[in-house]
């Protein structure tokens, strides 16, 4: 690079050149009217803008991405569900007894299916799915782990589903009375009035008048009454909490859903108990053990039939047994998915019934016992594991023909053909080997993985 040859100015021209300067900008403030102090003004505000840091520039907005729900207008509503993914299953269940509530907090079905790189969340995580697949069954990569009638109506009257488990709970149904009416037993009830609830929400299957309905013709029988002794007296509710925006928040798993709701003490779950109180009806169905407890804990209410109470099993079909289900299209076209969840519910089922108290801890964050010692008393002779059996198979069929008879459904099916005990087979297969695998490894030389 090349020097310089400028000579650097001595002070005697620098004070010269400066003078000059100074009075050309003197002549220049004169000739536009400004004193020297507002030119210093004006100069001493420039340099402290100067200092000042730039704006910073306003974060850009990110991006709403746009939804791939799959929408469908039925009776003029808008029913919403995620787009069909096969590297997603989800899943819903009932605030009931089985494998499957128990799993959502241990999580081990998500496990299964992580391994195999598919993706295992609750229908409700996510924006795109309403609460209507769990009545309709209107998601085709959705299992159901629920009470019997939704699915019973579903596969006769909407979509063809796939039976694959059941899990029986004595319960039955209780006949309950204000504490203090002169009301003791079931002849007392001649000539008096029973609620008979009916939602008006068309879009769901009305499972808890099913109940009440077959609840309340149960107990007549066996007290040699018929419908003709007493008044049924039909209440209509909106049963619209499924639209409640706050409600359609994504959430993490069904124990998010029953929090909100404080289904303990959630009278849409009890929507007789009201007109039981005020005195429009002298008696209502409610479910033995469950709501039964927490409605004689209010000190108003006591019951005066209970047919979980009865040895014959037939009069206890109460929404159960809870059942699993899928799509057929599911079970046909992607039959690893239904073994991988039946699996783990195999595998839920048989840590459930040898860790009973701590299952009912889980439990009781769903379910509707009064607590989680309540919890264990309701389950401590059921057998969590889901199974097929004769008894469960009966049961289903005793359901489907009431809803058949007294036209909660329009179509008949064969439950037996129903049935596709294969998924569960194979289930027991893979859990066995899973077991015999973690049992016996390092008593083979070569492991414990089964040659099948």
């Given amino acids: ?132 697949p769990h009545y309709r069954h209107n998601l085709k990569n959705l299992i159901r782990f629920g009470g019997l009638y939704p699915p019973i109506a579903v596969h006769a009257d909407l979509n063809k589903l796939v039976l694959l488990g059941a899990t029986w709970v004595y319960e039955g149904g209780c006949m309950a009375v204000r504490i203090d009416d002169p009301i003791s037993q079931m002849s007392d009830l001649k000539g008096k009035k029973i609620g008979l609830s009916k939602s008006m929400n068309t879009l769901k299957n009305d499972w808890w008048r099913i109940q009440e309905h077959m609840g309340i013709l149960n107990m007549l029988e066996l007290n040699n009454m018929t419908k003709d002794d007493v008044e049924i007296v039909e209440f209509p509710y909106p049963d619209d909490w499924y639209n409640d925006p706050k409600m359609l928040a994504p959430m993490n798993n069904p124990t998010d859903l029953w929090a909100a709701r404080d289904h303990k003490h959630d009278l849409a779950f009890r929507p007789l108990e009201t007109a039981l109180l005020e005195g429009k009806v002298d008696a209502i169905y409610t479910q033995s053990k469950v709501f039964q407890h927490l409605q004689e804990d209010t000190g108003k209410i006591k019951m005066i039939e209970d047919l979980s109470r009865y040895p014959d099993w037939t009069k206890q079909v109460a929404n159960t ?53 309540d919890t264990y008393r309701g389950i401590k002779d059921v057998d969590m594991v889901p199974s097929l059996s004769a008894q469960n ?60």
């Avoid at 108290?357 to 379910?367: G, K, N, Y």
């Fill in 393 to 452: 198979m009966k049961a289903i069929k005793i359901g489907k023909d009431f809803m058949l008879k007294h036209g909660y459904i329009k179509n008949d099916f064969d439950v037996d053909k129903w049935a596709r005990p294969e998924f569960l087979q194979k289930g027991v297969h893979a859990w066995m080997e899973e077991e015999y695998a973690a049992k016996s490894w390092g008593r083979l030389k070569d492991g414990a993985a089964l040659d099948i």
């Fill in 1 to 132: 690079m090349a020097k310089s040859t400028k000579k650097p100015a001595d002070d005697k021209n620098l004070e010269a050149g400066l003078g000059d300067l100074a009075k050309l900008v003197l002549g220049k403030l004169d000739e536009h009217g400004v004193s020297m102090e507002q030119a210093l003004s004006a100069i001493t505000a420039a340099a402290a803008e100067e200092k000042k840091p730039a704006p910073k520039k306003a974060p850009a907005k990110k991006a709403v991405p746009k939804s791939t729900a799959v929408v469908e207008i039925v009776e003029g509503q808008k029913l919403s569900t995620a787009k069909l993914d096969w590297n997603q299953v989800w899943y819903t269940n009932c605030p009931m007894v089985s494998a499957n509530n128990i799993d959502q907090e241990l999580g081990w079905c998500r496990q299964e299916f992580k391994n195999k790189g598919i993706e295992y969340d609750y229908m409700r995580h996510t924006h795109d799915t309403d609460f209507y």
């Fill in 321 to 373: 047994p809870a059942i699993i289900t899928c799509t057929e299209e599911m079970a046909d076209k992607h039959p690893e998915l239904v073994v991988t969840y039946m699996k783990a519910m195999v595998k839920v089922g048989h840590w459930a019934n040898q860790h009973k108290p701590a299952a009912s801890v889980i439990l009781d964050h769903q379910t509707f016992y009064r607590d989680a010692a």
